[in-house]
């Protein structure tokens, strides 16, 4: 024993041991509870019943891991040499374009920390406790291993507890396990190994008491509680990063050696060869690495993702975190929590199995609204005589209730008896007049002991019916007739277990109804039940439906190349049925969690993709299935709505959440809700983000010549030995203002009509493709071949240096504004209306800019700060043409790489191929 009591075998499975050493081993009396001397001690050993606050960053490290970036360090030693040379000027505009880009990256990160605070949150304030002998009332933090706790309908569990005595208790636990049925409890052992789904004897902390009464003792509190463990888990998790952001890193860590290296070799090479001063070619270095740098880049993908982000938001998708946009794009396999997210979360009786007959129920949600089908013919409830018959005894041995709040039917109370109250309404009758014509006498709630509710009714004529809802099983043992269109018949009970077993193998959770009439009975009890002689009415078959836009949603998925993989906690029949009503795949293959638990790591990643459905899934294994697909490649979005999806929410590439259902716990942890809870709404973010990553190419294509362009211009002239034909402010000034105003069009641009029908990006695509870098080398030596060329031109015609300067950067500007014509298309033409003026964005920043470039020029404060100087007409004559000549180059490059392209597919087809 230790100090406080408890033995040493407190470790234990609680649910494998009787509730006789359960009692023993934490030293609690069964009657009088705890002493006030023990829970003390107790409490200076284990602590509260709480979650302990996560570990949270400081706003500046928050704010200074924006700067993470290997081309803002190049940014910032640019900057340092500029201040040590005295450029402030250009030190600081530096040093405000990474200051801008560090402050919205802090403003658009989502904090994590908060999905723990969410999870903690579920904890229930108070808790009913016996101790001393006293029944007493106290804040959950309190509770110690070895309290005594009382559950009623309607409490939240404040600790996990292995249940001593019940009455009728269920407690719905799909925030934890994903299963969708309330779990009916029991005291008796069960397996060791049992999975979550299957520990009936527990009731475990943050759950929701449904129905029933009962009692247990607390084993575990806090953290180390099956919630806890999540949060533990949730802790621990690292949040991958994205595609996009993973290449743009790879590429600012090649660009930024790059750049460093061409610095590198205009100083030396300027000093050593040239002989200019090592201050002067200190000056034209950081000229270089300030041209070729794509400072703008980190902003335009940013604008770009926010208006994804808008984008997304009118689709009903709410982006917590901004790159997810672009990670939605690439994703290859959608992981997909069942309850509440593919389904409806609601119960609803599907088909009706009577001794004549079998109908067919068609409708969803708990409201009346719904068609009776026999053989496929509709038929009105009138035309059915039975069917008001069984619909009475499902409504009134019942205790839900359901009624209609701002349009929508809610439920209060089991779902299955809700659904089973939705049968009566879809049958025509009033469930207020039929409770007040028969009131009810007395009853028998549900227990998992004898697996049936009875209640005894009787109506204003003085007639007397006790009426019987269970397990088809221990109902079919208590009935000695069947009612027939003919009136009662003999039990057919081989004919009943057939159409039973046919019914359960769809997935269907199965109800029996029976009733007798009971003319003398004035209470009622167990030997009454079990004397039997009950008319056997119906036996329903219930099942939690996936919802119709779910299915055309998976369908619109696995057409873009996406696989969908559904993980559940509910039995593998029932989630097999659900599979295939989906349609989540030619083959529906189910892997259970037992059999997932005999799989190591490596060999889960090998087997992850012959299966489609996991079932009786624990937050564990879904962290597992997560990480294998990654580990094979896989680009995973995983949504879900409970608490125990958390951590593989925040561990998929992109987590999403359904924001009406789902708990705040898979709200923090996800990058993306989905405010309407439409599994389809995912397939129009998937949309979005892909014409997002389109946009980003676009923008990067555009602002990469840009750079490298100017990059050239400072490397060619220090090569020559010429003056350098703009000034590093100057180049500062084009990337900016081009990034914020040309490069920004891209993002508005619509998404391509085939977006939809291209397989996912392969994650380990480059992010220049060939023919994309080609495009960029092209328009680079044509930019620096214009903007250079002019200058040397107009220096040898006698013009000013600074006047010349102006004319070298007009050009530049001209031939970029030119260059975004062309990249809108980048293989087909924009000679034509929808390449020229398809765009509004591009027109109305084309015009900006223009404003800007005439400030820049004329504007005499502009020409003090970037020593420029007004030009002509015939100046403004040369830019133009140099533009002109720019444009139709690109076009003609085009047509030449489209006949190439034709060509080598025709040579590849060979003479018989049609394509």
């Known amino acids: 024993m230790t100090s406080d009591g408890t033995s040493s075998s407190a470790g234990l499975a609680w649910h494998a041991e009787s509730a006789e050493v359960v009692l023993a081993a934490l030293a609690c009396d069964a009657e009088a509870g705890l002493s006030d001397a023990v829970v003390r001690r107790r409490q200076a050993r284990y602590g509260a019943n709480a979650l302990p606050p996560p570990p949270s960053p400081s706003r500046w490290r928050r704010f200074l891991a924006q700067c993470q970036n290997v081309l803002i360090y190049v940014l910032l030693a640019s900057a340092l040499v500029t201040a040590l040379l005295g450029h402030w000027l250009d030190c600081s505009v530096i040093l405000g374009v990474v200051l801008i880009n560090a402050l919205i990256g802090y ?15 579920l904890l229930s304030p108070q808790a009913q406790v016996r101790r001393s002998g006293e029944h007493r009332a106290l804040p959950s933090e309190q509770l110690v291993p070895g309290d005594l706790v009382f559950l009623n309908a309607g409490d939240r569990v404040p600790a996990d507890l292995r249940l001593l005595r019940l009455r009728g208790l269920t407690i719905d636990e799909s925030a934890l396990t994903g299963e969708s049925l309330a779990v009916e409890k029991q005291l008796a052992p069960v397996a060791p190994a049992a999975v979550l789904g299957e520990r009936t004897n527990l009731a475990f902390s943050g759950t929701l008491v449904t129905r029933g009464q009962g009692m247990g003792v607390v084993v575990a ?39 460093l290296a061409l610095s590198l070799f205009t100083l030396l090479f300027g000093a050593l060869v040239r002989h200019y001063s090592l201050a002067e070619m200190f000056l034209a270095a950081v000229g270089l690495a300030v041209a070729a740098i794509p400072e703008g880049l980190p902003a335009v993908i940013t604008i770009t993702l926010a208006i994804g982000v808008q984008r997304m938001a009118r689709r009903h998708a709410i982006i917590r975190r901004l790159p997810a946009v672009e990670a939605l794009g690439s994703v290859t396999v959608i992981c997909s929590d069942k309850t509440g997210t593919l389904t409806r979360n609601e119960m609803t009786v599907q088909r009706i199995l009577t001794a004549d007959n079998e109908l067919e129920l ?3 949600g708990y409201g009346p609204q719904g068609r009776f089908l026999l053989a496929g013919q509709e038929l009105a409830p ?20 359901v009624s209609r709040q701002d349009g929508q039917w809610t439920l209060v109370g089991d779902p299955s008896e809700g659904a089973l109250i939705s049968l009566a309404m879809r049958a025509g009758l009033d469930p207020d007049a039929e409770r007040q014509a028969a009131p009810r006498w007395d009853e028998i709630p549900f227990e998992s002991e004898h697996r049936f509710m009875a209640t005894l009714h009787h109506d204003h004529q003085g007639q007397r019916w006790l009426l019987l809802k269970g397990a088809p099983e221990r109902v079919l043992a208590l009935c000695a007739h069947q009612q027939t269109a003919g009136g009662p018949a003999p039990l057919d009970t081989a004919a009943w277990q057939n159409a039973m077993t046919d019914a359960a193998a769809t997935g269907l959770r199965l109800l029996a109804l029976a009733r007798r009439p009971a003319p003398e009975l004035a209470a009622l009890t167990f030997a009454e039940v079990e004397a039997g002689g009950f008319t056997l009415l119906a036996v329903l078959g219930l099942w939690d439906p996936p919802r119709e836009e779910a299915i055309a949603a998976v369908a619109r998925c696995r057409a873009a190349g996406m696989q969908v993989k559904m993980i559940t ?30 799989l190591d790591d490596a060999c889960l990643a090998e087997v992850v993709d012959d299966y489609v459905i996991f079932a009786r899934a624990s937050p564990e294994h879904k962290l597992r299935l997560v990480a294998a697909l990654q580990r094979r490649g896989e680009v995973v979005a995983m949504t ?15 987590g999403i959440a359904m924001g009406h259902k789902g708990t705040e716990a898979a709200k923090e942890a996800a990058e993306m809700v989905l405010m309407d809870d439409n599994f389809a709404s995912i397939a129009a973010a998937v949309e979005e983000g892909r014409t997002v990553y389109d946009n980003i190419g676009k923008a990067i294509v555009f602002i990469l010549p840009t750079n490298f362009g100017e990059a050239g211009v400072v490397l060619v002239s220090v090569l ?9 402010v100057q180049i500062l000034w084009v990337n900016m203002i081009t990034a914020v105003t040309l490069a920004l069009a891209e993002a508005f641009e619509r998404g391509e009509p085939d977006i939809m029908d291209r397989p996912p990006r392969p994650p380990l695509a480059p992010l220049l493709s060939p023919l994309l870098i080609w495009r960029i080398l092209l328009v680079s030596l044509l930019l620096v071949a214009g903007s250079l060329g002019l200058f040397l031109w107009q220096q040898a015609e006698g013009m000013p240096l600074d006047q010349s300067r102006t004319l070298a950067v007009n050009t530049l500007v001209m031939g970029e504004i030119v260059y975004l014509f062309n990249v809108r298309h980048l293989r087909s033409s924009v000679l034509n209306r929808e390449g020229l ?52 180059l690109m076009e003609l490059e085009k047509v030449i790489l489209n006949l190439i392209f034709r060509h080598g597919r025709q040579r590849c087809a060979g003479p018989d191929d049609s394509h």
């Open 569 to 598: 906690g509910d039995h593998q029949l029932t989630a097999r049925a659900i599979g295939e009503r989906l349609g989540l795949a030619s083959e529906v293959r189910v892997l259970g969690g037992d059999a997932l638990d005999r």
């Open 221 to 259: 509190i806090g953290s180390a509680t099956e919630i806890g463990r999540i949060s533990t888990l949730l802790g621990q998790v690292q949040p991958m990063s994205t595609p996009l952001l993973r290449q743009l890193d790879r590429f600012g860590h090649w660009l930024a050696w790059l750049i």
């Open 720 to 728: 020559l030995g010429l003056t350098l034909p703009m000034t590093p």
């Open 640 to 654: 879900g709505d409970g608490v125990n999806d958390a951590p593989a929410l925040k561990r998929a590439d992109v």
């Open 107 to 121: 403003l658009q990160e989502g904090k994590a920390e908060q999905a723990l605070t969410a999870i903690r949150a």
């Open 362 to 364: 068609q409708g969803s």
């Open 837 to 888: 003026l398809g765009n509004p964005y591009v027109l109305l920043t084309i015009g900006i800019l223009i404003l800007f470039q005439l400030l820049f020029t004329y504007l005499p404060l502009m020409q003090r700060l970037f020593g420029t100087q007004p030009l002509g007409l015939l100046e403004w004559g040369w830019i133009g043409l140099f533009g002109l000549a720019l444009l139709l």
């Open 382 to 401: 009138e035309d059915l005589p039975w069917l008001q018959v069984l619909s009475r005894v499902a409504l009134l041995c019942n205790d839900a209730r």
